[in-house]
């Protein structure tokens, strides 16, 4: 399969292109630094733009038949009371953009990263974290993940947003936990790389379409991860 990568330069994004590309797929990266994209491939394919403009977008992704997008608001630190330094919905301006361009080409399927916290989640996530959305700069990112979820809801293609659990750097110690509704009931954390690995293993599972998984980690070091199950 071929996909649009957007957010490949991110901490996440730089996952999803090494297993992306490790699984076979050709990706195209669209980047504002191309730079910045240490992944050596011939399946790799990148392109100089921003996901806020819809002509750079319409260009890279040309060809493609998927969207694969790690997109976060930044802040000057992950201090959640950290100024901002994205462009206000960035990620809603940016897919709004993608399932435009999908609609052109005639592509369908497009997985998204969100947060545990986000939409009816809100309830399940910890409480220091419905804390801090609610009164510091986090809630600003989490509003935009909110309306990105709104238009991957209302575009009628085949979409899903991965609601991570709070997002570390570690490798994995334990089993990744898919749950709806609360059940089962989340961890607290989970590694990029599983996040990424988990995004490209649901690419072509139909299971997982119009659905909003909540993923993370059990820190059970006896345990092998789990397959991946809608």
Known sequence: ?????????????????????????????????????????????????????????????????????????????????????????????????????????????IVVLSALGAGDSFALAPAVVRLLIRWTNLGIGYDDHEAQEALLRESGLDWTCVRAAILTNRQSRGSVVVSYDGRPKPALTIGRAEVARFMVEILDQPAFFGKTPVISERLINLLPPSSVRP
């Open 1 to 109: 399969m071929k996909l649009l990568a957007l957010g490949a330069t991110g901490r996440t994004g730089r996952w999803v292109l090494e297993y992306a590309l490790g699984a076979g797929h050709d990706v195209v990266a669209l980047a504002r630094t191309p730079e910045k994209i240490l992944a050596r491939s011939p399946k790799l394919s990148v392109v100089r733009g921003t996901p806020e403009s819809d002509n750079d977008v319409l260009l890279a992704i040309r060809g493609c038949e998927a969207v694969m997008s790690t997109l976060d608001n930044s802040r000057t630190s992950d201090l959640p009371w950290a100024r901002p330094t994205s462009p206000p919905m960035l990620m809603t301006r940016s897919i709004g953009n993608a399932l435009a361009a999908m609609r052109r080409i005639g592509a369908r399927r």
